[in-house]
């Protein structure tokens, strides 16, 4: 058996490509599997009996680990990668309320970053307003403006607010 290319036997091919296929297949797959896909390559060149018959082995085994590659994502695309057993005492559920709280807190958040933004006498009207209990005619008493202002900063604030809670829910 003649062995082609500079490399008298397959064994002197292995010791002489086995580490650079395995970085080859640690780039795209990871360390882990990295070594078992290296040693797949070459044991499908050696089974084939591609190694006596190739001109480049080399090329042969590269593009050979390359359709390794290919298969293994086409594997994991059907199986659905991304299964993980679920494990009741360390993966528990969310309960409804804990999610409510959550979503809350989200919210709260979102207006509260909503409310630092507005304009100070939009904010004060608009805290007067919601915090105070305080009607438009006492807050345009108290600020000296007439109550379509208070409208005017009331509907600014709300404008808002509004958007502040239709981003939380995207």
């Known amino acids: 058996m003649t062995a082609p ?7 002197e091919f292995y010791r002489s490509e086995n580490r650079q296929l395995f970085h080859f297949f640690r780039r795209r797959v990871g360390r882990e599997e990295a070594f078992d896909l290296a040693q797949e390559a070459f044991t ?6 591609a190694f006596e018959r190739v001109d480049n082995p080399r090329a042969y085994l590269f593009r050979a680990a390359h359709n390794l590659v290919i298969e293994r994502a086409r594997q994991r695309k059907r ?15 969310a309960g409804p309320e ?3 709280a959550m979503e809350a807190r989200d919210l ?3 207006l509260r970053r909503a409310l630092l933004a507005m304009p100070r006498r939009t904010r004060r009207i608009f805290l007067m307003h919601r915090l105070r209990r305080q009607t438009y005619r006492e807050i345009a008493a108290e600020i000296g403006i007439r109550e379509q202002g208070v409208e005017y900063h009331m509907m600014r604030a709300l404008s808002r607010c509004r958007k502040a809670v239709a981003f939380q829910r995207w």
């Open 79 to 93: 199986k659905g990668t991304g299964f993980f057993p679920f494990d009741e005492e360390r993966d528990a559920p």
């Open 5 to 11: 290319g500079p490399f008298t036997s397959f064994e």
């Open 98 to 100: 804990q999610t409510l």
């Open 44 to 49: 499908r060149m050696l089974r084939t009996g």
């Open 108 to 110: 709260r958040r979102g």
